[in-house]
């Protein structure tokens, strides 16, 4: 018992936390007791903080402190464009990007049978109803190149065949600095059908 | 503007710790945001109550959270000996090994010219006011390995030679399940010297 309860309790709900263990999740407790008052008091505050704001945009699945997320109320993005992507995650990093300037519709998972994730889960009918009130032109639909993100992809290009507005989705090819020699097969080969005049 | 500040925020305090960067400080506090009910808000909770009541032990360096910590409060654990260990990481080492009975002494780092770390930061005025308090028959330098932690054991060596207790330090040698031919020389080394009849 040299580690009194509350830190063990706390060790324990720190290496929940994707990417730690409990050996790396008692190296940060360690280190955030010995900055107490200048890490672990902030980072605790700052925790509760948005562990009580933040919430789900009503609009487009986003996380924000309000009903609309930031990229929701701005009125500055355009509105006749929707990204489709499966998490917030995926978001964040298109926004990195900072190339796309249309709103985005976020799926929180993608369509599995087994973890019982069906349309009404993935949020596409409120999809299919913004559609209509936004008049939206073009769906990218901009999911991760796996086998379940595909499938998904599938079917929302179904599901939205019917409406008349263009379905696009993210070019596969060779990343950018990416060498060939590193690269599989199925990225060449999809890079090699997709070739564009030079 | 993709991630609201209050979550950029939360991102910016996570990196901090160690084994966290910014690319997975932002996938831990994504999780967290998933989870905001069932793990978000209990883990600030367990932070901040461990921010607040954590302490540094006044006997020994420990963390606890009363004036002593859990192994100085315990009348049951032997007196006569002191381990001294660099950190409350060690301490906590110690302890999961579950060998030793004594008390502790964290000396809170090494000594160092570049850190500013003296035998004063080190607490070791404190120890030795300890030893005579407690009636110490021996004192066990459990320090690192390394250089500055053999360097701080030689020190301290040297400070008690004349208090008349026994001094020893953990024994060099090959680790249990070790395989001779992934050791270094210098451990190799080590274990020849200290070799023990069979």
Known sequence: MAVPSDIEDLIALMARLPG??????????????????????????????????????????????????????????????????????DLWAMERAGVFRGRYHVLGGTLSALDSMGPEELRIPRLVARMHEEDTREVILALNATVDGQTTAHYIADALALSGVQISSLAQGVPVGGELDYLDDGTIGAALRARRSF
Do not use: F, Y
């Open 20 to 89: 730690l263990g409990p050996r790396s999740a008692r190296r940060a407790v360690l280190a955030l007791l010995k900055k107490r008052g200048p890490l672990m008091a902030p980072l605790a505050q700052a925790m509760a903080h948005v562990a009580l704001t933040a919430r789900d945009c009503t609009m487009c699945g986003n996380i924000g402190t309000a009903d609309l997320c930031p990229i929701c109320a701005d009125p500055t993005r355009a509105t006749g464009e929707i990204c489709i992507v499966e998490d917030v995650a």
